[in-house]
């Protein structure tokens, strides 16, 4: 579980940049935003609910 919200972090970081320096594919930079939100939220409930697997 937490590999997969490594990579999901790395991913988003990665499609932000494209992102940003390419504004023929803008839409990476939303998916680049949703797919951070979504790590963060993880993070969050995973540190909150206390389970350490």
């Known amino acids: 579980m937490n590999l997969l ?6 991913v988003a970081v990665v499609l932000l940049l494209t992102g940003g320096f390419v504004q023929s594919l ?3 930079l ?6 951070l ?3 963060v939220i993880m993070f969050l409930a995973r540190s909150i ?3 350490r697997t």
Do not use: K
Request: net charge positive.
């Open 26 to 28: 803008q839409f990476l």
């Open 49 to 51: 609910s206390g389970r």
């Open 5 to 10: 919200l490594v990579i999901v972090a790395i």
């Open 30 to 35: 939303w998916v680049g935003v949703v797919l």
């Open 37 to 39: 939100v979504i790590a």
